[in-house]
């Protein structure tokens, strides 16, 4: 079964600044889907950015990027000119693109992030 | 997410006694999730069902069963609440199309006491 690990519980960022999130699963599968999502305060959970794993470029979207190292199984999650809005809970998930349709998102425990003014 | 409403959004109940919560989309996704979120443990799978009718188990299954009659309505039942079944309770919906990932609803905090 595959599994996704964030290692750090908690980061802080000053506003203006830039953090990266750390993320690693661990598959043996060479095809799958990998997700950030953001869940604030209000428990919304929002798709921030997702990859492919055929993909060699990593994502980005606007202010957000990724650092996918399919070899490592490492997909870190950089945010940029962080601003007051990005403080929530992030967290990285795992999705097979197996042929049947149904694979279900595996969800990393979360990393909640505080922006400092 | 407009598409996908889950009721109620907060719920009290009494330790034994059952629990429904209702999670309705507007999208006609095949694929319809429910999963609990608890502090260090993230979100994990408790259900799902893949067509009308047909459903199966998550990873954490125990104490919990499913319905869904119609596309549009996935049922999560507890059929005698615990206290460890306090949580955050949030359904999810997807379409073949894998690499768009899941839309949520908007939770159920449901408090067992």
């Known amino acids: 079964a595959q599994t996704v690990t964030q290692s750090q519980p908690e980061m802080s960022v000053q506003e203006a600044e830039t953090v990266t999130l750390s993320c690693t699963y661990d598959t043996s599968e060479s095809d799958y889907y990998l997700f950030w999502y953001k869940q604030p305060p209000s428990r919304q959970m929002i798709l921030v950015i997702r990859?492919?794993?055929?993909?060699?470029q990593n994502a980005t979207e606007n202010r957000f990027s990724v650092n996918f190292q399919k070899a490592a199984k490492s997909f870190s999650l950089k945010i940029s000119d962080s601003q007051l809005g990005d403080a929530a809970m992030y967290f990285c998930a795992y999705r097979s693109a197996g042929r049947g349709g149904s694979e279900k998102l595996v969800f990393g425990k979360g990393t909640k992030l505080t922006v400092n003014p | 997410d407009a598409g996908i409403t889950q009721s109620p959004r907060h719920k009290v109940t009494e330790t034994g006694t059952p629990v429904t919560l209702r999670c309705h989309q507007t999208?006609?996704?095949?694929?319809m999730y429910w999963y609990r979120q608890d502090p260090g443990h993230g979100l994990r799978l408790i259900h799902y069902?893949?067509?009308?009718?047909?459903?199966d188990k998550g990873e954490v299954s125990d104490g919990y069963s499913v319905s869904r009659s119609k596309t549009e309505d996935f049922l999560l039942t507890l059929e005698s609440a615990t206290s460890s079944q306090t949580s955050v309770y949030f359904c999810?919906?997807?379409?073949?199309?894998?690499?768009?990932?899941?839309?949520f609803g908007s939770g159920t905090r449901l408090t067992v006491v």
């Open positions: 069902s893949y067509g009308v009718k047909d459903t």
């Open positions: 999208e006609n996704h095949r694929y």
């Open positions: 999810a919906i997807s379409e073949s199309n894998r690499n768009y990932g899941y839309t």
């Open positions: 990859q492919e794993a055929y993909k060699q």
